[in-house]
C-alpha cells in the first residue's frame, strides 16, 4: 500500500502545482504583461480570455484529480472520521476542506459569470462598465489567490500532525 499511497500523494502534489501556481501565473505574469503588449482594451481583453479559457481546461482536470486523491490521502491522515474534530490534523483537514470548497464556488461563480461578461462588454465596445465589473472581479480573484495560500498552508501544517 505504501507505493500507491506515495503516487497518489505525488499526483496530489503535482496537480495542486498546477492549479495554485498556474493560477498565481495568470493574475501576476499573464495578466500584467497583457498591458505591456497593447494598449488596445479589446485586443488585450481577448487574448487574455483566450488564455484563461485554455487554463481553465487544465483546472477542472486539476481540481476534479485534487478532490480524488484528496478523499484518498484522508484515509491514510486520518485513521478513523472520529479524527477529523478531534485531532489537530483532523482539524486542520476539516478546515481545509471547508476552504476548497469555498474556493472552488468562488472561482466558478466568478469565472462562469463575470469572465463570460467581460468578454462580451469587450466585443460590444462597453469599456467602462467592463472595467467596473474587472475591478470586482480582481477583488474574487485575489480573495482566491489568498485563501489559496492558506490551503497551501494548512496542508503543510498538516505534515506535523499526521
Aim: proline content about 1%.
Amino acid at each position: 500500500m505504501l507505493l500507491l499511497d506515495l503516487i497518489v500523494l505525488w499526483i496530489h502534489l503535482f496537480f495542486a502545482i498546477i492549479f495554485i501556481g498556474g493560477s498565481f501565473f495568470i493574475w501576476f505574469v499573464v495578466w500584467p504583461a497583457s498591458y505591456d503588449v497593447t494598449d488596445d482594451e479589446k485586443l488585450r481583453t481577448k487574448v487574455v480570455g483566450k488564455i484563461a479559457k485554455r487554463f481553465a481546461y487544465f483546472t477542472h482536470v486539476s481540481l476534479v484529480l485534487l478532490v480524488i486523491t484528496g478523499l484518498y490521502n484522508v484515509t491514510w491522515y486520518l485513521p478513523s472520521a472520529g479524527n477529523l474534530f478531534t485531532t489537530m490534523a483532523g482539524k486542520l483537514l476539516f478546515t481545509k476542506a471547508l476552504l476548497v470548497l469555498v474556493v472552488i464556488v468562488m472561482i466558478y461563480v466568478n469565472n462562469l459569470y463575470h469572465g463570460k461578461k467581460i468578454m462580451k462588454l469587450s466585443e460590444d465596445g462597453k469599456y467602462s462598465e467592463m472595467r467596473r465589473i474587472r475591478k470586482r472581479t480582481h477583488l474574487f480573484s485575489y480573495a482566491s489567490l489568498g485563501i489559496l495560500l492558506v490551503i497551501t498552508i494548512l496542508a503543510a501544517a498538516m505534515q506535523f500532525y499526521g
